[in-house]
């Protein structure tokens, strides 16, 4: 039987088999949704095949982190959602014996090759939009389940037939289990690696393409995925419909978007019962006609206020639904699903984001959905903090310095959404510094398409300001981030400067 994506069956389940080699196994993943996805099918699918393992999580995966893995007594490590990129260092590790690397990754690998590597970009299939990490861990954890399911096969068949027979031969016999069970062959893993494969942003033009869209094929047959076309907005599930309307940004509807008032008119118009018991319901629980009535009347006034029809294409897309999952939970959509995981991770609670993608809906959940209410408040707060204290605009860039007022992990979105209140331009990048620890600070970086197409790149900005301080730095045009040492601000701030002039002239 082919797994989900074909060209990575036979490396799949290459690493499958060394993995049911081993006594006993190390998985370590990286703290984000895709990571925690990834961590959680790759734990289910070790456990189902009853292989005893342990869990860490690691935000880098540096030098640093690979040497403590290396000093543990494991001689199996399992890398998921990172690994390809360190495979330098992971490498010289192996070579001395430390431990045995299996890796399910989908980043761009270090040149160096390893035997039990799994990565889409090895076999032409692009890992920024075909496959995430999750997805990957989720090819790896079909071929487990069949070498799994193929051992036991022939454990039973020599005792029941005292001969041997090759496992893996269509001829094999189907057992009791079946292999319809979408359990028994890892496939309601699915609905994981959707997740995590949306948490990463790997939909484009409304969908997921490619390997993710297999993926997606496997979880609708097993049961664990439904799709449909649905508006393409934030909070289908639990926000209420007013806030739905009002946060949904992305194609600015003029007199809704931003606009609490302008929301709450528009819905009081639609002639349509929205409330139960005094209070707005939810997108998700609205009939099928209620919800053609309402997007019909999204287009019809964004159509009036002239918004391109490129972009009211853009408010309909594909949802991916968990339909396991009760109606108006986060969980129910891969999308809100994610956003809370991410949650977990920026505040390292990596062990509840876990727990909640291994099905713990009690404590995790609870402690999940806490952290996403503090990470909103913390964003809201902050955004308040810079408005009111204001930025400092140099020449081609304005900058601010939240101290230890807010967390260096969410100060670059905060930067970002604080553009264009009272006194922060949209027409220069904005960069905010916050304390990394004792000695170093974070700089983040946030730019605006226009700037970016007007020439702005604030990966190179980033990267070459911090080393001209001896900090390091880097990550994509619209947004970049950097550490620098304390006391460098003002050398990093001209040098950044100078170049954000370079490319805007
Ligand atoms: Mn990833």
Known sequence: MAGPVPELEDRATRCATRLSDADRVLL????????????????????????????????????????????????TVLFTDFGSGQLDIIGEH???????????????????????????????????????????????????????????????????????????????IVTASGTNDARADNRDLAALAVVGAVGDMQASSGELHGANAKIVEEGVEAGVVETGTDLALYGKQTRPLPKLFEYATDVHIPGISNNEGG?????????????????????????????????????????SKGVPASKIDQLVSTAYVLPAEPVGTELRDA???????????????????????????????????????????????GIDLVTREGVTHEDHLQWFDAGDEIRETIVGIVAGMAMGNEGISRSKPILAFAEKNED????????????????????????????????????????AGATVPKGEESAFIERADEIVGEQLS
């Open 335 to 381: 999308s809100e699903f994610s956003t809370l995981l991410n949650a977990t991770a920026r505040y390292e609670r990596a062990d509840v984001g876990l727990g909640v993608c291994l099905g713990d809906r009690g404590d995790a959940l609870e402690r999940a959905r806490k952290l996403l209410r503090d990470h909103r408040r913390n964003l809201s707060n």
């Open 94 to 172: 192996e070579e001395n014996g430390d431990f045995t690397p299996v890796i399910a990754d989908h980043h761009q690998p270090a040149d160096r090759e390893t035997e039990y590597h799994l990565n889409p970009l090895l076999f032409g299939i692009n890992g920024a939009s075909e496959l995430s990490g999750a997805g990957a861990s989720y090819v790896l954890a079909r071929a487990l389940a069949e070498v799994w399911n193929g051992e036991r096969r022939s454990t039973e068949e020599t005792s029941a037939e005292s001969e041997w027979m090759d496992p893996r031969s269509d001829g094999g």
């Open 28 to 75: 370590a993943s990286h703290i984000d949704a895709d990571g925690l996805t990834s961590a959680a099918i790759a734990a289910s699918a070790l456990e189902r095949a009853e292989i005893p393992f342990e869990t860490v999580f690691e935000k880098q995966l540096d030098e640093t982190a690979i040497a403590d893995i290396a000093a543990t007594d494991y001689e």
């Open 263 to 303: 929301a709450l008119r528009f819905l009081d118009g639609l002639d349509l019962d929205l409330k139960r018991d005094g209070e707005w319901r939810r997108w998700s629980g609205l009939s099928n006609d209620e919800k053609q009535t309402v997007a019909s009347a999204l287009v019809q006034r964004a159509v």
């Open 440 to 479: 170093e600070l974070k700089v983040s970086s946030r730019g605006t398409h226009n700037l970016v197409r007007e020439g702005l790149d604030l990966s190179v900005v980033m990267g070459e300001a911090s080393r001209a301080v001896g900090g390091d730095g880097g990550g994509h045009d619209v947004a």
